[in-house]
């Protein structure tokens, strides 16, 4: 007999990173918003909840103007609410954040300028998960896809349940890049994504 458990995810829209000079003049925002449930059919299935939320601000507050050579970094606290304990996955994406359409770069050449400076979670290292680049930049990350044996491929993969408060924080660098990419940017979204099974 398959019996059925509702897993719900939620998701987080990261906040926005301009790269340019300190003088640059960009709007930034943040905004969060959650949707999504999953249904997930197995045998082996326990009853309970997975109920991923934030503890505090869910947004990152970067930086919204970098010179080249200067870092900005984001935290975010998840929290398990539910009775059940689950496995942790990220996605990451990013757009041109320009709304007028005024870019001289494309989005991935902006994400190929952001070093990944920090990438930890629970207070570990996780950038030995990305598996192109030294240092791995923004795309590379977005780019990581790594599947583990999973239905649905993730950037970061089987990081531990958050319990009742675990950190995400990710910082970047904008490479020495001169005035190329003045008033250029990306727009940011990270998904976090609760599940009951690592093979999620």
Known sequence: MDRKSTITRRRLLGGLVTAGTASAA???GTAAYFTDTEASS?????TGTLTLGFDGTAAFDFSASLAPGETTQG????????????SLDVDVQYTNSDARNNSKKTAREVAERLDVTTLTYGGTDRTGQITDGSPPTLHDLATNDRSGGETTPND?????????????TVGF?????????????????????LNQHDSQ
């Open 173 to 193: 660098q904008l490479q020495n890049v001169g005035n190329q990419f003045k008033k250029e940017g990306v727009a940011i979204t990270v998904t976090f994504q």
């Open 75 to 86: 935290t975010v606290t998840l929290v398990n609410a539910g009775s059940l304990p689950g």
């Open 42 to 46: 197995d045998n082996q299935v326990s």
């Open 26 to 28: 960009a709007g930034a």
């Open 156 to 168: 970061l993969i089987d990081l531990p349940d958050p319990a009742s408060g675990a950190d995400f």
